[in-house]
């Protein structure tokens, strides 16, 4: 056992716990004061259902032996049988296959999580709870399988993924496009502003998004070696220079530099150098950075062009994110990787997954729906979901003399472009 390297993976598993609830946060601040608890619930929620899921069957459909073709792991570890505090991994890494498996469930519970901002303000909490419940176990727990286990299809095709742009951010982005278009849009979409009711509560969970990945990405060397200090510098200047990518696109476009804009664009920094960042040097990492920042900023407004409901730019954030940064270390990969071979291996293992999560997550939003119902009553919408599904609300304005007043938060420019601000306070 090498004990430097087991603390090294033991606390960046720990990094990565901390991006869920700073995903909550995220989330739960671009939504409104009606459904500011349910958001943050909706990521929660995934902490306890998928850590459960993990021991009884996950890591064993994710890391067991291959059952053929590189598709799923067999059920040689249900309830982790077979593993126990001596285990090491297999390979070259010298720590517990606990420490490994607790870091892996980690990224299992934040990509379930990723979804649930498409849906904001308007799912059932236990249509929720059941359609994670199901999507972990039929597309994540698979496709994790195919990029990182050594048998993996995807895996033995060298497909690049160093730490989640396929398995993660496409996987989660494209799922949550099934979702929406199965679930249907908010009652007021394109009509009233939806504003975001607490942009402070949007820059912490930016911040500490940003903190936890240094442990997503450069704990995916599972080492305390030059590969994690490599990822973790080109996670740094990839987040910053998407940020700035974001920020100059929004200018020129819409007339300002917004905070929104802000943790937007290093949210998709960190997610479009998530594949790549170990195998591109750092000006490559400002390269995709930049193309991120840009790229997704102009795609969150394809939900007003084409029709569909995102609630919080999951689609544009996290899928093209994922896409980009998936197909650029094709072409930006240092040390001779690089090239148009690897380009194709990219696309395959990009394109792969999105088809086959799109179908799988279209199918099983439709399962939860004709069964238990996926959406809401347009009642408990309309009233707010924190209080029809939790019997809370975030705020008690009651404490301080009523409702509060003023000019609400600014809404996202591609959202202020495509809605009429109404002069009513959106509570």
């Known amino acids: 056992m090498n004990g430097a390297d087991t603390a090294f993976v033991l606390i960046s598993a720990a990094l990565v716990m901390l991006m869920t609830p700073g995903l909550a946060f995220f989330y739960g601040g671009m939504v409104r004061v009606k459904s500011a608890l349910n958001m943050l619930m909706m990521s929660f929620i995934s902490l306890g259902i998928v850590s459960v899921l993990w021991v009884l069957y996950g890591y064993s459909l994710t890391f067991g032996d291959d059952i053929g073709g590189g598709l799923l792991g067999d059920f040689s570890h249900i309830g982790l049988k077979g593993i126990d505090p001596e285990t090491l991994t297999g390979g070259k890494e010298g720590i517990p296959v606990l420490a490994f498996a607790l870091f892996q469930l980690m990224f299992a519970i934040i990509t379930p999580a990723l979804m649930s901002g498409a849906l904001a303000d308007r799912v059932k909490f236990s249509a929720w709870a059941l359609f994670i419940t199901l999507w972990v176990s039929v597309v994540y727990f698979p496709v994790a399988h195919w990029v990182w286990q050594a048998d ?136 995709i950075g930049l193309v991120a920042g840009v790229a997704c900023s102009w795609a969150v407004s394809w939900k007003f062009k084409l029709g569909f409901d995102d609630s919080l730019d999951v689609v544009g954030v996290h899928l093209v994110g994922g896409v980009i940064g998936t197909l650029l270390v094709g072409v930006l990969a240092i040390d001779g990787v690089g090239g148009l071979e690897q380009l194709g291996r990219q696309a395959v293992g990009a394109f792969s997954v999105m088809a086959f999560s799109f179908v799988v997550s279209y199918l099983l939003a439709k399962l939860v729906d004709s069964t238990i119902g996926f959406r809401a009553s347009e009642d408990d919408e309309v009233s707010g979901v924190d209080q029809a599904f939790h019997a809370e609300t975030a705020y008690d304005f009651s404490a301080v003399g009523g409702a509060p007043t003023g000019r609400t938060a600014a809404p996202r420019p591609a959202e202020a472009a495509a809605a009429p601000i109404s002069k009513k306070v959106d509570a």
């Open 152 to 287: 993996g299809w995807l895996f033995q095709l060298e497909v690049i993924d160093f730490a989640g742009g396929t398995a993660v951010h496409i996987n989660a982005g494209v799922g949550a496009l099934a979702a929406v278009l199965v679930v249907g849009k908010r009652i007021g979409f394109k009509k009233d502003p939806m504003r975001p009711h607490s942009l402070p509560l949007v820059m912490l969970g930016a911040a500490l998004l940003w903190f936890g990945w240094f442990g997503f990405n450069a704990g995916s060397a599972l080492a305390a070696n030059g590969t994690a200090a490599t990822m973790a510098f080109n996670t740094q200047v990839a987040t910053g220079a998407a940020m700035l990518g974001w920020l100059a696109y929004e200018r020129i476009r819409h007339g300002a530099f917004t905070t929104l804009g802000a943790a937007s664009g290093a949210v998709a920094g960190l997610v479009a150098i998530t594949p790549s960042g170990a195998a591109v040097n750092a000006f490559g990492a400002i390269l």
